[in-house]
């Protein structure tokens, strides 16, 4: 079974700071990665899907790069609203959640 | 606007069984596979099962294979989950997520969750 891993398992950062949240598969997996963002006592959203394809909705200041086994979201000009926990995906085969990534506000 | 509602949730002891439903509603219902995944309490997410549009395929993740079966009735625009041999690791919020298509395993809508608790 391929794995993800996530890194770093928590982070805390300034209001318009950028971050980079990064996800590792244990086997290639193309492009077939995905993004999410939870919140507690809240439905998981869809960020990025493809690798680096926006969901609609989703803001600008939200991306996402790379492919193969390593994979990146980045959060340009973070904002109050985007503490949460961070999830990527892999869509390829039966699907696999990271671990997460807890994106605090310092 | 897409909508998914789940029920069917609650206490149940070791050893027991419980079926959640999920009700579509903003889309057509029959071009999506359709999914559960679950969140123990404080820990990440797990998906669960994936059924096909036209129910002919069926995929489950290996800690539910064999107690777990996923359904759909698509004149009901409705997504079962029926759990048996209930474990207190099957512990968790339930979700129901649509597929963003056919069967891309991208999942871009979720319904609000259902609480199922496994506990003597």
């Known amino acids: 079974d391929i794995q993800m891993t996530q890194s770093p398992s928590s982070v805390s950062a300034s209001i318009g700071d950028t971050i980079n949240i990064t996800c590792r598969a244990s086997q290639a997996t193309s492009n077939w990665l995905a993004w999410y963002q939870g919140k507690p006592g809240k439905a998981p959203r869809l960020l990025i899907y493809a690798a680096s394809t926006l969901q609609i909705g989703v803001p600008s200041r939200f991306s996402g790069s790379g492919s193969g086994t390593d994979f990146t979201l980045t959060i340009s000009s973070l904002q109050p609203e985007d503490c949460a926990t961070y999830y990527c995906q892999k869509a390829n085969g039966l699907p696999t959640f990271g671990g997460g990534t807890k994106v605090e506000i310092k | 606007e897409v909508q998914l509602v789940e029920s069917g949730g609650g206490l149940v002891q070791p050893g027991g069984s419980l079926r959640l439903s999920c009700v579509a509603s903003g889309f057509t219902f029959t071009d999506h596979a359709m999914n559960w995944v679950r969140q123990a309490p404080g820990k990440g997410l797990e998906w669960v099962s994936t059924?096909?549009?036209?129910?002919?395929?069926?995929y489950y993740a290996d800690p539910v294979k064999g107690r777990f079966a996923i359904s759909r009735d698509n004149s009901r625009k409705t997504l079962y989950l029926q759990m048996t041999g209930l474990r207190v690791e099957d512990t968790a919020v339930y979700y129901c997520?649509?597929?963003?298509?056919?069967?891309?395993?991208?999942?871009?809508?979720w319904g609000q969750g259902a609480l199922v608790t496994v506990s003597s």
């Open positions: 997520a649509k597929d963003r298509g056919t069967s891309t395993f991208y999942f871009d809508h």
């Open positions: 059924i096909n549009s036209a129910s002919t395929g069926t």
